[in-house]
């Protein structure tokens, strides 16, 4: 099946910097990219839908300014989390649709990355 | 918006034991999706029910997708101790919009 790569794994940062993760279609291209947020023993929670050359489509309650979303090619989107607080700690997950592949509508989902804001 | 509910929350039975988890989504679906996420790692496909009353098996994994396309189910036969994690349902809605919903999981531990 195809392959999403994430990185970092595990990210530990100061409140107050900002942190980028990025997620990667390792062969296959993806026009449309998928960032989930879950915290321990909860389930996804869809963030926002980034889309390759335009905006990102964010969901109801996630503020756009403070998860900044770049899709700037067919295989990368990078998920940059502003000025991070302690509340912001959690695991993101991006995922990925192989369209081109004989789309089975099933979610490829990148490693995750474990954010700790001290 | 849409709503995908999934119980129990956690189960926890004896290597051999049978386990069922249900999902019930608040609109009808498209189709629907489940996942299996190990602890420390991330959710990995399953399987996608598409057409109402669908029943497929893997192995001992049996899923269901509801007449009424707004219910499934996942049935483990003779647990092992390799089922342990958390299994999500995850409905999509219908239209152009593919946006998944997930449920909150069931949490399966399995005592050997």
């Known amino acids: 099946g195809a392959v999403v790569s994430q990185h970092p794994s595990w990210v530990i940062c100061k409140s107050g910097t900002s942190v980028k993760i990025e997620c990667r279609s390792l062969?296959?291209?993806?026009?449309?990219m998928f960032w989930y947020r879950q915290f321990p023993k909860q389930s996804l929670m869809l963030m926002a839908t980034?889309?390759?050359?335009?905006?990102?489509?964010?969901e109801q309650g996630v503020e756009k300014d403070k998860f900044l979303i770049n899709h700037a090619s067919l295989t990368l989107s990078t998920l940059t989390v502003t000025s991070a607080h302690p509340e912001d700690s959690s695991f993101y997950i991006c995922s990925a649709r192989d369209w081109q592949g004989g789309d089975t509508g099933e979610l490829f989902f990148g490693e995750g990355s474990r954010l700790t804001v001290l | 918006g849409q709503q995908v509910m999934q119980i129990p929350q956690y189960q926890h039975v004896q290597e051999g034991e049978d386990f069922t988890t249900y999902c019930n989504s608040s609109t009808t679906l498209s189709n629907i999706q489940w996942y299996k996420q190990r602890p420390g790692g991330h959710p990995v496909f399953l399987i996608q029910l598409v057409k109402s009353g669908e029943v497929k098996k893997q192995k001992r994994l049996t899923f269901q997708f509801g007449e009424a396309k707004k219910n499934s189910s996942l049935h483990i036969t003779a647990t092992q101790t390799t089922d342990v994690g958390t299994y999500f349902c995850a409905g999509q809605g219908g239209g152009s919009n593919y946006k998944l919903t997930f449920g909150k999981g069931t949490l399966l531990t399995v005592n050997p």
């Open positions: 062969d296959f291209q993806a026009t449309t």
């Open positions: 980034s889309n390759e050359g335009s905006k990102a489509t964010y």
